[in-house]
């Protein structure tokens, strides 16, 4: 059975820093191709997007969404079967509740992804 958890959410003034993490189990953390960990968010009232994701081979490939580049760092430890989101220079639009994921990169990309974690909240105040 996969589990996905997150942890490090907060509260923070716009400017600060937080690092989520996800630990998971039940699931092959690297090297299998075609598969991918990343995060999402949601904000009240809007749709649930995607934030980063990294592929599983080795150290993984990043790609981030336009709204996050160059601000956050998405890596993964493979030893600890952990993933993790490096979020600086947050914005009050940063905030929202972000899920940790898995699963084949297609289907993750498009949000469709069968493993979630529960969620970890992150708010941003001006």
């Known amino acids: 059975q996969v589990q996905l958890v997150e942890s490090g959410g907060g509260s923070v003034q716009a400017g600060g820093s937080l690092r989520l993490s996800c630990a998971t189990s039940?699931?092959?953390?690297?090297?299998?191709?075609?598969?991918?960990m990343g995060w999402f968010r949601q904000a009240p009232g809007k749709e649930r997007e995607g934030v980063a994701t990294i592929t599983s081979e080795g150290n993984g490939n990043p790609s981030y969404a336009d709204s996050v580049k160059g601000r956050f760092t998405i890596t993964k430890d493979n030893a600890k079967n952990t993933l993790y989101l490096q979020m600086n220079s947050l914005k009050p639009e940063d905030t929202g509740m972000y899920y940790c994921?898995?699963?084949?990169?297609?289907?993750?990309?498009?949000?469709?992804?069968?493993?979630w974690g529960q969620g970890t909240q992150v708010t941003v105040s001006s």
């Open positions: 994921t898995a699963d084949l990169c297609w289907k993750l990309v498009e949000g469709f992804a069968d493993n």
């Open positions: 039940g699931l092959t953390f690297s090297g299998i191709p075609g598969y991918c």
